[in-house]
T-cell receptor, first 113, second 114 residues
Framework: AQSVSQHNHHVILSEAASLELGCNYS??????LFWYVQYPGQHLQLLLK??????LVKGIKGFEAEFIKSKFSFNLRKPSVQWSDTAEYFC???????????FGQGTTLQVKP | GAVVSQHPSWVICKSGTSVKIECRSL??????MFWYRQFPKQSLMLMAT?????????EQGVEKDKFLINHASLTLSTLTVTSAHPEDSSFYIC??????????FGQGTRLTVV
């Protein structure tokens, strides 16, 4: 069965520090890849997505992610985090021929001011 | 993007009663909708795939007799939690995602069973 694994469960950073959250998936076919963010008390918001083309994807709020097919990875990065980036981050994979999303376990990011 | 409307946004019910959650696609026709459940501080777990005009497909471990899904039209899918118990308290979210599109989520329903 397809699965998504996020390696970092809880990350604590100081403002201006760089961020990288790992995401690996297990599926041999064509996939679409996503990162979602959930701010405290709010609903899911799409950060960025990859369907095809340039494997380096830029999203909102300065986030980017790189798809490395050989490593089945789609890591999220941000050069300099802000206190407002404190949230839960979810990596998700969409099988290209089914449409259903499989989510990773989520990573709680806490940014200290 | 597509608009998905879900309601109620929150509901409190007594143990043993049933609760219906509606999910509507406002500006598109959805042959397939997805239902997720999110426990506090946990990830979203896919519960089932709702197929218009046919039976829903449930993920392993999800009781189909407890979580009744009906997708009678191209714009409406419903999830009914039958004989609810406190352990069913959770955040339920519907979504639509095409074969090669991002997912569009409803606002979610916070269910509390007392």
């Amino acid at each position: 069965a397809q699965s998504v694994s996020q390696h970092n469960h809880h990350v604590i950073l100081s403002e201006a520090a760089s961020l990288e959250l790992g995401c690996n998936y297990s599926y041999g076919g064509t996939v679409n890849l996503f990162w979602y963010v959930q701010y405290p008390g709010q609903h899911l918001q799409l950060l960025l997505k990859y369907f095809s083309g340039d494997p380096l994807v830029k999203g909102i709020k300065g986030f980017e992610a790189e798809f490395i097919k050989s490593k089945f990875s789609f890591n999220l990065r941000k050069p300099s985090v802000q206190w407002s980036d404190t949230a839960e981050y979810f990596c998700a994979v969409n099988e290209a021929n089914t449409g259903k999303l499989i989510f990773g376990q989520g990573t709680t990011l806490q940014v200290k001011p | 993007g597509a608009v998905v409307s879900q309601h109620p946004s929150w509901v409190i019910c007594k143990s043993g009663t049933s609760v219906k959650i509606e999910c509507r696609s406002l500006d598109f026709q959805a042959t397939t909708m997805f239902w997720y459940r999110q426990f506090p501080k946990q990830s979203l777990m896919l519960m089932a795939t709702s197929n218009e005009g046919s039976k829903a497909t449930y993920e392993q471990g999800v009781e189909k007799d407890k979580f009744l899904i009906n997708h009678a039209s191209l714009t409406l899918s419903t999830l009914t939690v039958t004989s609810a118990h406190p352990e069913d308290s959770s955040f339920y979210i519907c979504s639509f995602s095409g074969l090669n599109t991002e997912a569009f989520f409803g606002q979610g329903t916070r269910l509390t069973v007392v």
